[in-house]
């Protein structure tokens, strides 16, 4: 349990850091918000406003703290979560690629499962 806590503190620090960049000047008709569900360890941010007449409504990315474990569900971001993560301490054992199905994910460097 004492990892979870190390991982969710690391994960959210990764969070906030996307979200300063995210912000930038040529960014402010869109606003991008995490979305936490800290009890359940579910994680998402989403973008959301107006590019002209065109409506913006993404989920950037989706991960889970599952068991001991990393899940990335969904990763849109020009630079790797996974990546982030690694860089800042977890291990590539810890994370979980959700979105490739279980057969592709034994050709990654990360977890299986």
Same mark, same amino acid.
């Given at each position: 349990?004492?990892?979870?806590?190390?991982?969710?503190?690391?994960?959210?620090?990764?969070?906030?850091?996307?979200?300063?960049?995210?912000? +930038?000047?040529?960014?402010?008709?869109?606003?991008?918000?995490?979305?936490?569900?800290?009890?359940?360890?579910?994680? +998402?941010?989403?973008?959301?406003?107006?590019?002209?007449?065109?409506?913006?409504?993404?989920?950037?990315?989706?991960?889970?703290?599952?068991?001991?474990?990393?899940?990335? +569900?969904?990763?849109?971001?020009?630079?790797?979560?996974?990546?982030?993560?690694? +860089?800042?301490?977890?291990?590539?054992?810890?994370?979980?690629?959700?979105?490739?199905?279980?057969?592709?994910?034994?050709?990654?460097?990360?977890?299986?499962?």
């Amino acid at each position: 349990m004492e990892r979870v806590i190390v991982l969710e503190k690391i994960l959210l620090e990764v969070l906030k850091e996307y979200l300063v960049e995210l912000q +930038q000047p040529a960014n402010q008709t869109i606003l991008f918000s995490p979305v936490i569900d800290a009890a359940k360890k579910h994680y +998402q941010v989403v973008a959301m406003g107006w590019e002209g007449y065109k409506r913006i409504f993404n989920l950037l990315f989706h991960i889970d703290i599952i068991g001991e474990k990393i899940w990335i +569900q969904e990763d849109k971001m020009e630079y790797s979560i996974a990546e982030r993560l690694v +860089q800042k301490g977890i291990s590539k054992q810890e994370i979980v690629l959700g979105y490739f199905p279980d057969y592709h994910r034994a050709y990654t460097e990360y977890a299986v499962a």
